[in-house]
T-cell receptor
Framework: NAGVTQTPKFQVLKTGQSMTLQCAQD?????MSWYRQDPGMGLRLIHYSVGAGITDQGEVPNGYNVSRSTTEDFPLRLLSAAPSQTSVYFC?????????????FGSGTRLTVV | GIQVEQSPPDLILQEGANSTLRCNFS?????LQWFHQNPWGQLINLFY???GTKQNGRLSATTVATERYSLLYISSSQTTDSGVYFCANPPGAGSYQLTFGKGTKLSVIP
């Protein structure tokens, strides 16, 4: 099915561990983004990409790395997990303008850092 | 950066009632979107509405860009409408990354 696929859906990490959250889309969207959602809050932008090989920081980039080697994939790396990174992570994608009609979101990854 | 204020923060409706949710923005409105996050956490794109009015079934949205606000109307509410409704808007002209409000939590009771 066409859409944005995130894996894993759930993950528990120990403080200091590293991991990669995967995001893949099959809609040939050039724009991709990572957001985190904390309780009682809206989503906050971590990193985004406007095309393969191009990434930029969002509002809360510290502690996260991204790369965009292909149009389809946009992994998010936690370098050394901290309890403050416990959150729900969403990946999103869209066409760039003039075809932009809004973002499609993945189903999320619930991450707990203990 | 742009400030996004949503009201009301919480709303409880009897099934069949109508409601209006509001988003106010501190800066220019463009590429605005409304989302519904269902009780399972999934985010559904409801409307992409940089200006004007759009309707989709029982839901409609209106954005008045010159006055920096957008409204989401829900008519004849159903229990499946429960969840959190977010509006999101990029921080500036020419940007397509989203700044989200904190959401309106809607509970529709039978």
């Amino acid at each position: 099915n066409a859409g944005v696929t995130q894996t894993p859906k759930f993950q528990v990490l120990k403080t200091g561990q590293s991991m990669t959250l995967q995001c893949a889309q099959d809609m040939n969207h050039e724009y991709m983004s990572w957001y985190r959602q904390d309780p009682g809050m809206g989503l906050r932008l971590i990193h985004y990409s406007v095309g393969a090989g191009i990434t930029d920081q969002g509002e809360v980039p510290n502690g996260y790395n991204v790369s965009r080697s292909t149009t389809e994939d946009f992994p998010l790396r936690l370098l050394s997990a901290a309890p403050s990174q416990t959150s729900v992570y969403f990946c999103a994608s869209s066409y760039p303008p003039p075809r932009f009609y809004g973002y499609t979101f993945g189903s999320g990854t619930r991450l707990t850092v203990v | 950066g742009i400030q996004v204020e949503q009201s009301p923060p919480d709303l409880i409706l009897q099934e069949g009632a109508n409601s209006t949710l509001r988003c106010n923005f501190s800066d220019s409105v463009n590429n605005l979107q409304w989302f519904h996050q269902n009780p399972w956490g999934q985010l559904i794109n409801l409307f992409y509405i940089p200006s004007g009015t759009k309707q989709n079934g029982r839901l409609s949205a209106t954005t008045v860009a010159t006055e920096r606000y957008s409204l989401l109307y829900i008519s004849s509410s159903q229990t499946t409408d429960s969840g959190v409704y977010f509006c999101a808007n990029p921080p500036g002209a020419g940007s397509y990354q989203l700044t989200f409000g904190k959401g309106t939590k809607l509970s529709v009771i039978p």
